[in-house]
Each structure stands twice: as structure tokens, then as C-alpha cells.
């Protein structure tokens, strides 16, 4: 069911072209609340041109602590990328990778479990998974959602039992979190979203399984 690109260059250049997409997907959106925002022509003007400087820096930092190692990552070798039916035994809770179904669950936002073996497949095609306990303040939850808002890659969703009351978790990568607001998220997203090394990035996150909200 997948489409996966045949070399790593052709990974490289999907996965490219996949991050131009969303930048100017969230410039504009960017745009659309500095319009909002601006009453005037010339105080719309400004507050884009500010807007948009602001976010700029904001994307260099985050590009520069992704560059870096993030404290408390943690990763996993050896992840098999077999295709597999019925349920996978996994080492971490939740999955980081390994064995998984055929059919990848369809990024977005969902408010009740998924299935561990369609997230998986999910991960193989380069999405970040947030995954939080469901007792998690509402406020919390919103803050988790909002990284989907812009990121056709991404995938939030409850998970009983978690070691802790966030994870996020990208193919071979793992961080824990006590909130929802730790700006180490970002950072994980930026660094693991798309990893051009997986043998699937690119491939959809859409038209598999689930009806994100």
C-alpha cells in the first residue's frame, strides 16, 4: 500500500519538497493571523514584517538545537521493518518502530486510541507521534494538537499506561516529558519530522487508516 521512493536521493528530495510545503503552509498562516491582528494598512504591514522576522528566528533556532543532541532522547537500533498481521509485541511503550501493519494510520488528531501497529507504519513514513495520558489537562492536550495544526506529519493521540504523561516518539527516537509545554517538543519535531534515512520518508500520511478530528 505504500509508495516508497526507490534511493535515498530520491527520499532526500520528496522529504524537501514535502518541508518547502509546510513552511509555506504555515508563512501563510502566519499571514492570515497578522491580518487579523492589523486594523490598518500600514499597522498590517508591520505587524507581518514582524510576524514573519520573529518566525524566522524562531525557525533558525530551532534548526540550531536540532542540530544538537536533545537531552533525554533516547534511541533504539536494530528496528525491523517488516510488514506484519495481527498484534506486535513491542519493546517500548509506546512503539519507537519494528514490525508494524501494512496499512499506516492517517496523521492528525485524534481524541481516543490508535492502534500501535498502524502508528508504527506511520513513523516508518517520517511522522512524530504525541502521544499523551488520558488524564492530561485540556489545555495541555491543546498544546500537543496545535504541532499538528501545520504538519501533515504528525500524529497525536491518548495512550494509556505511558511512562510519563507525554511522549514523543519519531522511527528509532523516544523523549519523555512532564508537560505539554517543554520546548524540547519542538525540537524533537524539528529534528525527527521527515527523516530522510527511513526507508519509507515521504510516503503518505493520509489515505490509510482513521478519521483524524
Known amino acids: 500500500m505504500s509508495t516508497r521512493p526507490r534511493t535515498k536521493d530520491e527520499r532526500a528530495a520528496t522529504v524537501a519538497r514535502l518541508r518547502k510545503e509546510q513552511a509555506r503552509a504555515e508563512r501563510r498562516r502566519m499571514l492570515v493571523v497578522a491580518g487579523v491582528a492589523g486594523t490598518l494598512v500600514l499597522g498590517l504591514v508591520a505587524t507581518a514584517t ?14 540550531a538545537q536540532a542540530a544538537a543532541d536533545i537531552e533525554g532522547v533516547e534511541s533504539f537500533d536494530g528496528l525491523v ?30 481524541d481516543a486510541p490508535v492502534v500501535d501497529e498502524h502508528a508504527v507504519h506511520s513513523l516508518e513514513h517520517g511522522a512524530v507521534w504525541l502521544t499523551y495520558d488520558p488524564d492530561l489537562p485540556t ?75
Open 139 to 213: 489545555d495541555q492536550v491543546a498544546l500537543l494538537e496545535q504541532h499538528a495544526a501545520d504538519q501533515s506529519y504528525v500524529l497525536v493521540s491518548p495512550y494509556e499506561g505511558l511512562p510519563s504523561p507525554v511522549v514523543a516518539t519519531a522511527w528509532g527516537h523516544q523523549l519523555q516529558l512532564a508537560a505539554a509545554d517543554d520546548d524540547r517538543i519542538d525540537v524533537f519535531v524539528r529534528k525527527y519530522l521527515l527523516n530522510p534515512e527511513l526507508p519509507e520518508a515521504g510516503a503518505l500520511c493520509s489515505n490509510g487508516i482513521g478519521q483524524p478530528a
Open 81 to 110: 521493518f517488516d510488514h506484519v498481521e495481527g498484534s506486535v509485541d513491542y519493546a517500548q511503550n509506546p512503539p519507537a518502530g519494528g514490525a508494524h501493519n501494512a496499512v499506516w494510520q492517517n496523521c492528525g488528531v485524534y
Open 50 to 63: 514582524v510576524v514573519l522576522v520573529g518566525e524566522a528566528r524562531r525557525t533558525s533556532a530551532l534548526e
